[in-house]
């Protein structure tokens, strides 16, 4: 009798391990660059992401606007998670922001990422002393100082907002 029951223990603990494997089977994991740059946009992320069809879980990286999106193989794809996205207003990879979408979006959110392009101080994605990933205001292509956490300039620099 006891080994009728540790042979029935047994058989059932394999069972559950073999669902586990063929679950993790199933899924996969993809990372998707996207033109996010502000908390705004991982709000927006938050907001939608985890509800995609067949997505079990997800991260964002905000300092890279990377998605990582782990998901299942048979509900999804990286291209349908990519059209989603572009859906909400954003670039995922290749497939661009829908435009209906994206003019939806906060004025933060449509900006782009460069920043000031570059600079020495700047490495490639603006000042980094504000969240809105926007440049220095004493580049042309900035939108503030970057000493000012809204990144709305201090009036210094002649293209400062």
Do not use: W
């Not at 291209?79 to 209906?100: C, F, M, P, W």
Request: proline letters at 2%.
């Amino acid at each position: 009798m006891k080994r009728l029951i540790v042979l029935a223990l047994v058989s059932l603990i394999t069972l559950g391990v073999s669902a586990q494997k063929a679950a993790s089977k199933n899924e996969q994991t993809v990372t998707i660059q996207t033109n996010g740059v502000c908390q705004k946009c991982a709000d927006k992320f938050k907001e939608n992401v985890p509800y995609f069809k067949g997505v079990k879980s997800y991260t964002y990286d905000q300092k890279t606007a990377k998605l990582t999106i782990t998901y299942d193989t048979k509900k999804t794809n990286p291209d349908q998670l990519r059209t989603e996205i572009s859906k909400l207003g954003y670039n995922a990879d290749n497939v661009k922001a829908d435009a209906a979408a994206r003019a939806k979006l906060p004025a933060c959110c449509r900006v782009e990422k460069s920043g000031c392009g570059g600079c020495a101080g700047h490495g490639n994605g603006g000042c980094g002393n504000h969240g809105n990933g926007q440049g220095c205001g004493n580049h042309g292509s900035g939108q503030g100082c970057g000493n000012h956490g809204n990144g709305q300039g201090c009036g210094n620099h002649s293209s400062s907002k």
